[in-house]
């Protein structure tokens, strides 16, 4: 198309805008950015929340079923049941930061719902007729119904409240750098792995203190506790507004990608010209948003940049409309086509990474739970596997990193990149899940013997299974976020983190599958109620090769995948 054919068709811009000058302070200016203190602010609110969030979900199922009085049963298909909703959640938090609010204004949003719903949790263990009146008898029932009611209510709204903070918070925290800096480009890249630090900040900190707190003083000063950590986050959030730089809404990202699928089936009979160059983009003087370099793929979807005879009859209407889209417009939708399949390999993960908190348990609850003379449940290896991830980002960054640049004749280039790096996520999953097939092995034949391995045993599987996580989820949270569109960010963020929710139910339909193939004619399945009479080891193997299956399967996609280019 001719320079005056393109500069007659004007769309509407579809990019990321900052808000007016009047709106930021000397702190944003680019002379002074790289000393911005948004990002440590950012890491600090998440060190709350963090606390907050797990100050409820570590202990809510001993709560539910000790001073709600339900069923053991009820209480863990509740507990999963909202855990998974408060990773469901992000996605339309994203969708609607991305479109309409920001994601300054769905935070300040999210955290008045989130802060609300940890005051009804906190109030349901002030409510007098959980225990008391229950230990009476007859009164019992309309109390704890009353109890209940505030308590899942107050649950579900920190369920939306956390889902709009997780969607939008560590999008925000990253926008304040400036990807113009090499030094503050160098911090980015740092400020993914604080913040996922900062998450297991929160699991040492309610794991050691509030659940202490809860069951062995009071529920309600325990929750009281978590709840005063979302108010002091939130009025040092207000506090700081003048320091960040916010990303206005974007529009309708979602509608954009939509036009650009109708508009490739309007001109399905019309071919595509042999010079990509030929295929309509708006002119840098038109629009100053960054423009994505033309690729080869789902080259179908080009035919929404082609510019028929219609189109310049219609000029303007037509770049606003169904019927032309920019090459801008085309590429990113590509780019979330090939986003998929690295996000669907991430599930598998997540469904092995989940049995942390199901079957790792189960076995170290058949195991001598005692480390020099010292009793350690355990569910208090997870602390230990925080622990284990500071090691694994220590290690990183000061031994796997250096090393690789020292066998690299490029120094920096030996740096493993985001695929790599989730890459060996995946495979250290896969050790992980066979590490502990061979200890509960050596655990099966132990028990036959009557006797009892120690608990320290399970130690290497949770180390492993840090590794799994530093690389595998740190790489991904970076990876989605730096390949997203600009205006998608948040959406794409938040799929990282909905393959939680996904790697949890998907773990649920295992569970169901094995008991369904392996507990037949009435004996006894892998996961027996008597793990001694069970093989939890099959299990773990059959995790492994699970594990190794979608190592291979994410090698050829992540070998032929092709980043995001952005034009100068």
Request: aromatic share 10%.
């Given at each position: 198309?001719?320079?005056g054919?393109?500069a007659?068709l004007?769309?509407e811009s579809h990019?990321?805008k900052?808000?007016?000058?009047s709106?930021q302070v000397?702190?944003?200016?680019?002379k002074?950015?790289?000393?911005?203190k948004?990002?440590?602010?950012?890491l600090?609110f998440?060190?709350?929340?963090?606390?907050?969030?797990?100050g409820?979900s570590?202990?809510?199922v001993v709560?539910?079923e000790?001073?709600?009085?339900?069923?053991?049963?009820?209480s863990?298909?509740n507990?999963?049941?909202?855990?998974?909703?408060?990773?469901?959640?992000p996605?339309f938090?994203?969708?609607v930061?991305?479109t309409?609010?920001?994601?300054?204004?769905t935070?300040?949003?999210?955290?008045?719902?989130?802060?609300?719903g940890?005051?009804?949790?906190?109030?349901?263990a002030?409510?007098?007729?959980?225990?008391?009146l229950?230990?009476?008898g007859?009164?019992?029932?309309?109390?704890?119904a009353?109890?209940?009611?505030v308590?899942f209510?107050g649950?579900y709204l920190?369920?939306?409240?956390?889902?709009g903070?997780?969607?939008?918070?560590?999008?925000?925290?990253?926008?304040q750098?400036d990807?113009?800096s090499?030094?503050d480009r160098?911090?980015?890249?740092a400020?993914?792995?604080?913040?996922?630090?900062?998450?297991?900040?929160?699991l040492?900190?309610?794991?050691?203190?509030?659940?202490?707190?809860?069951q062995n003083?009071?529920?309600?000063?325990?929750?009281?506790?978590?709840?005063?950590?979302i108010?002091?986050?939130f009025?040092a959030?207000?506090?700081a507004t003048p320091?960040?730089?916010?990303r206005l809404?974007t529009?309708?990202p979602?509608?954009s990608?939509?036009q650009v699928?109708?508009?490739?089936?309007r001109?399905?009979?019309?071919?595509?010209?042999?010079d990509?160059e030929?295929l309509?983009?708006?002119s840098d003087k038109v629009d100053?948003?960054?423009?994505i370099?033309?690729?080869?793929?789902?080259?179908?979807?080009?035919?929404?940049a082609?510019?028929?005879e219609?189109?310049?009859?219609?000029r303007?209407?037509?770049?606003?409309s169904?019927k032309?889209?920019?090459?801008?417009?085309v590429?990113?939708l590509?780019?979330?086509?090939r986003l998929l399949p690295i996000?669907a390999?991430?599930?598998?993960?997540?469904?092995?990474?989940?049995q942390?908190?199901t079957?790792?348990?189960q076995?170290g609850?058949?195991?001598?739970?005692?480390?020099?003379?010292?009793?350690?449940p355990?569910?208090?290896?997870?602390s230990f596997q925080?622990?284990?991830v500071?090691?694994?980002?220590?290690l990183?960054s000061k031994?796997?990193?250096?090393a690789?640049?020292?066998?690299?004749?490029?120094?920096?280039?030996?740096?493993?990149?985001?695929l790599?790096?989730?890459?060996?996520?995946?495979?250290?999953?896969a050790l992980a899940?066979?590490?502990?097939?061979l200890?509960?092995?050596?655990?099966?034949?132990?028990a036959?013997?009557g006797e009892?391995i120690n608990?320290?045993w399970?130690?290497?599987?949770y180390?492993?299974?840090a590794?799994?996580?530093?690389f595998?989820?740190?790489?991904?949270l970076?990876?989605?976020?730096?390949?997203?569109?600009?205006t998608?960010?948040?959406t794409?963020?938040?799929?990282?983190?909905l393959?939680?929710?996904l790697?949890?139910?998907?773990?649920?339909?295992?569970?169901?599958v094995v008991?369904?193939?392996?507990?037949?004619?009435?004996?006894h399945?892998?996961?027996?109620?008597d793990?001694?009479q069970?093989?939890l080891?099959?299990?773990?193997?059959m995790l492994?090769?699970?594990?190794?299956?979608n190592?291979?399967v994410?090698?050829?996609?992540?070998k032929n995948?092709?980043?995001k280019?952005?034009?100068?």
């Amino acid at each position: 198309m001719e320079s005056g054919q393109r500069a007659a068709l004007l769309p509407e811009s579809h990019g990321p805008k900052t808000e007016d000058d009047s709106l930021q302070v000397p702190l944003l200016k680019d002379k002074k950015r790289s000393g911005s203190k948004a990002p440590a602010i950012v890491l600090g609110f998440e060190c709350l929340e963090s606390t907050a969030f797990n100050g409820i979900s570590t202990n809510l199922v001993v709560y539910l079923e000790t001073v709600l009085h339900g069923s053991n049963l009820a209480s863990a298909s509740n507990v999963t049941t909202w855990y998974g909703t408060s990773y469901l959640t992000p996605i339309f938090g994203a969708i609607v930061a991305d479109t309409f609010l920001g994601n300054y204004n769905t935070i300040l949003i999210s955290l008045a719902v989130y802060l609300l719903g940890m005051m009804l949790v906190t109030f349901s263990a002030f409510l007098p007729a959980t225990a008391a009146l229950c230990a009476a008898g007859a009164t019992c029932g309309t109390g704890a119904a009353a109890a209940q009611t505030v308590a899942f209510v107050g649950l579900y709204l920190v369920a939306v409240g956390s889902g709009g903070l997780r969607s939008s918070l560590l999008p925000f925290g990253a926008e304040q750098f400036d990807d113009d800096s090499a030094a503050d480009r160098e911090r980015k890249a740092a400020f993914f792995s604080w913040f996922y630090l900062c998450v297991d900040f929160g699991l040492i900190v309610s794991g050691v203190l509030l659940v202490w707190i809860q069951q062995n003083v009071s529920w309600g000063l325990g929750f009281g506790i978590a709840t005063a950590c979302i108010a002091v986050a939130f009025a040092a959030f207000m506090l700081a507004t003048p320091m960040y730089k916010r990303r206005l809404p974007t529009g309708t990202p979602l509608k954009s990608l939509a036009q650009v699928v109708v508009a490739a089936f309007r001109k399905v009979g019309m071919k595509l010209p042999a010079d990509a160059e030929l295929l309509y983009e708006v002119s840098d003087k038109v629009d100053s948003q960054p423009k994505i370099a033309h690729t080869s793929e789902f080259t179908f979807l080009d035919k929404a940049a082609v510019v028929s005879e219609s189109d310049l009859e219609e000029r303007p209407e037509a770049a606003s409309s169904w019927k032309l889209c920019t090459v801008t417009q085309v590429e990113e939708l590509k780019i979330l086509l090939r986003l998929l399949p690295i996000w669907a390999t991430s599930i598998i993960v997540s469904a092995a990474y989940s049995q942390m908190s199901t079957t790792f348990i189960q076995q170290g609850s058949a195991m001598d739970m005692h480390i020099f003379s010292v009793p350690v449940p355990a569910a208090s290896l997870s602390s230990f596997q925080v622990l284990c991830v500071l090691t694994w980002v220590i290690l990183y960054s000061k031994v796997i990193v250096p090393a690789l640049r020292g066998f690299s004749s490029s120094g920096a280039a030996g740096e493993p990149s985001q695929l790599q790096r989730m890459g060996a996520g995946r495979l250290l999953m896969a050790l992980a899940m066979a590490v502990a097939a061979l200890v509960e092995t050596k655990r099966l034949n132990a028990a036959a013997s009557g006797e009892a391995i120690n608990i320290a045993w399970q130690m290497p599987q949770y180390f492993f299974l840090a590794g799994a996580e530093v690389f595998c989820y740190i790489a991904q949270l970076e990876f989605f976020f730096g390949e997203a569109p600009d205006t998608m960010k948040s959406t794409c963020t938040s799929l990282a983190l909905l393959t939680i929710a996904l790697g949890s139910y998907l773990s649920s339909l295992i569970y169901a599958v094995v008991e369904a193939f392996t507990a037949t004619a009435g004996g006894h399945g892998w996961i027996s109620d008597d793990l001694n009479q069970g093989h939890l080891d099959y299990f773990f193997w059959m995790l492994a090769a699970m594990c190794t299956l979608n190592f291979v399967v994410y090698s050829g996609f992540a070998k032929n995948y092709k980043l995001k280019t952005v034009l100068s």
